[in-house]
């Protein structure tokens, strides 16, 4: 192992769906947390998660007391007509104390700088920049801090982008996997009505039923699609439309068009990551339960802490959490990947 | 602010160089279209493969008497993709049509156009690239009509016109790996170019055979065609000016010259339907975005007006 000296100590950003799960999170080691409002101004907008503003003042109060900082993200599209409400979302961060809102939207970002200069931004994924010039943008015209990039780069092309800009780069490191660009991507509104870049949700669980057919099998249906069949061996997996199963004329059998239900997992790269130049490493799973965020941040803060102390790092017990039990390194490892 | 106008799209799919060139041919001598868009949107691997003919398919669009605006690449990831940006973006006296951040920063304080994979939702984000040179912006194709009127009269005020797709496969999703190669067994960089075997992409069926998505390289389309011949009169009074074709295999002057005359109010809806219904598509229309409804949905006017 190098010397920990030439690197600088990422910052290990943690998931944080309810108010619960931050405790959780910031107590397992978190050096900062992430979470949104229960409403649309957040891309996790799902039934039974996030915070309302008391709440998250609570929370920031108690992260804060911890040395954990809090990030609060704003990273959906407001349609024309409704911005008062993401307005509302920075608002109150700026008044509560929040670190640093995570911004996708050009109105957003550019109300959040005008109104609070010294309210730090980070670019959500959401906003899909996956060049150095996009990233650059950002930055010239809003004050971009730290950009969070697409699951979509290789560790080269991480080196390469963070050679070019002026800001932050934190990547996703573990947790569920989207194919597509996020925000990017109207695949839920197509099929439900209900649409991932203005109301924050990717495949609603309300629009979410399973069929048994006759023979056992389960059909995994959103809105009035099949996604995805399981036989009454397989678990049976949740329909992302990223992650089901299609056929297309001249392949003889169903097949993922997209991605196999798997899980990201970049254990194995976290120094690589390190070395290309990353300074914060983020988990997905706002969704998730208390005890999955225990076990991922309290290994990933050990991970760090082993990295950094020039000891390898043990993470072998994470697959047992992921997706279907599987997992990859998606596009980072290769670009055969794509 | 000028008047109605029927745009064309740029070609989205990987059709054979002489069928694209004579395609453009036949619009620049007999389609009713004002504004044409021309340039490679999804993949920097094809764009070489248009080059020996984009300068005499122009000169055949402007003798014709239609303006062309050149649309740089959705997805920009790779260095290949923002040399091919930069060579659209630096050239000289070409208007050009922004589709990521990485083209926009190039064009900021230009007059340019937006195209429809920037996320315009609301206007402020109008607002902020109407100060930056944006004269017109093709609005994301999920924003429903509540949300476009809004769009439309801060247009008006900014003085930037307001674009919207009134027919073809809806641009659904983006991604980095190609799905087209995919299909096939390969991977993106050694993908055979396999995308120029479907005209108008692969249809993607679910396991009940219900076909839903169209395939298209790295991007995903909708199965369903958006035809909004019905929603034109709403649109226009909502302060949209330009309306959008996106080409397809099938008679593409047909498709423009009953737009126009919906636009010219020459044509009734129920015969503008039936000469769009004669073109023989193989998918069903679609307009749900339009009544923020699932996407694939083909509301009538009945359920429209209820």
């Known amino acids: ?338 | 602010m000028s008047e109605a106008q029927v745009t064309l799209g740029p070609v989205l799919f990987n059709w054979a160089p002489q069928l694209w060139r004579d395609f453009y041919f036949r619009i620049a001598d007999e389609a009713a279209v004002s504004t044409v868009y021309v340039g490679e949107v999804i993949c920097s691997k094809r764009a070489p493969l248009f080059v020996p003919y984009v300068e005499e398919v122009v000169a055949r669009l402007i003798a014709g008497g239609k303006s062309v605006v050149y649309s740089t690449l959705a997805q920009v990831t790779q260095k290949i993709d923002t040399r091919l940006v930069d060579s659209i973006t630096g050239l000289a006296g070409a208007t050009v049509e922004a589709n990521d951040a990485c083209a926009l920063r190039t064009l900021r304080g230009r007059p340019h156009h937006v195209g429809p994979f920037i996320n315009t939702y609301n206007e402020d984000t109008l607002a902020f690239l109407a100060g930056r040179g944006a004269r017109n912006v093709c609005l994301p194709p999920e924003l429903p009509i509540g949300a476009i009127e809004m769009m439309g009269e801060a247009g008006a005020r900014l003085s930037t016109s307001i674009e919207v797709q009134v027919f073809g496969r809806q641009p659904l999703a983006l991604s980095a790996r190609c799905y087209h190669a995919r299909a096939h067994g390969h991977t993106k960089d050694s993908c055979l170019f396999v995308c120029e075997q479907d005209a108008d992409g692969l249809r993607l069926d679910t396991l009940d055979s219900v076909p839903l998505l169209a395939i298209n390289g790295i991007q995903t389309l909708s199965y369903g065609y958006l035809n909004l011949a019905r929603e034109v009169p709403r649109l226009r009074a909502a302060g949209v000016t330009r309306f959008r074709l996106s080409p397809h295999s099938c008679d593409m002057v047909e498709v423009a010259n009953v737009f126009r005359a919906l636009l010219d109010e020459t044509l009734d809806p129920g015969t503008a339907q039936a000469r769009l219904e004669a073109l023989g598509l193989r998918a069903p229309f679609a307009n749900g975005f339009f009544y923020r409804r699932p996407g694939h949905q083909l509301i009538g006017a009945e359920q429209a007006s209820a």
């Open chain 1, 1 to 338: 192992m190098e010397a920990a000296s030439k690197l600088t100590r990422p910052e290990l950003v943690c998931p944080a769906g309810t108010p619960a799960a931050l405790r959780t999170a910031v107590d397992a080691g978190a050096d900062a947390v992430y979470c949104g409002f229960r409403d649309a101004t957040n891309a996790r907008n799902f039934p039974g998660l996030n915070f309302n503003l008391d709440e998250l003042a609570d929370a920031v109060t108690y992260a804060h007391n911890a040395g954990a900082k809090v990030l609060l993200a704003v990273n959906t599209f407001p349609p024309a007509g409704q911005t008062q409400l993401w307005k509302h979302a920075v608002d109150a961060a700026a008044r509560i104390g929040i670190d640093a809102v995570i911004v996708a939207d050009i109105g957003v970002a550019a109300y959040a700088s005008s109104r609070y200069p010294q309210l730090r931004l980070h670019l959500s994924v959401q906003a899909g920049a996956s060049s150095p010039e996009a990233i650059r943008l950002h930055c010239e015209e809003f004050g971009i801090k730290r950009a969070v990039l697409p699951r979509i780069l290789t560790v080269a092309e991480i080196a390469g982008i963070h050679a070019q800009i002026p800001c932050e780069i934190e990547v996703f490191v573990f947790g569920n996997i989207g194919m597509m660009a996020e925000g990017r991507c109207a695949l839920t509104s197509y099929v439900t009505g209900v649409s991932t870049n203005m109301d924050g949700v990717c495949s609603p669980p309300a629009d979410v039923h399973y069929l048994e057919d006759a023979d056992g099998t389960l059909r995994a249906k959103l809105g009035e699609f099949t996604i995805d069949r399981f036989s009454s061996q397989e678990p049976a997996g949740y329909p992302t439309i990223c992650k089901g199963r299609y056929v297309v004329c001249g392949r003889a059998a169903p097949y993922h068009a997209f991605e196999e239900p798997v899980s990201l997992n970049l254990s194995a790269l976290l120094l690589d990551l390190m070395r290309a130049g990353v300074t914060a490493l983020k988990i997905e799973g706002r969704q998730r339960s208390r005890a999955y965020v225990r076990s991922v941040v309290s290994a990933f803060r050990r991970a760090v802490d082993d990295i950094m102390a020039g000891r390898d790092p043990v993470l072998a017990n994470l697959i047992a959490l992921t997706e279907g039990r599987r997992e990859t390194q998606g596009a980072f490892r290769s670009k055969t990947w794509r």
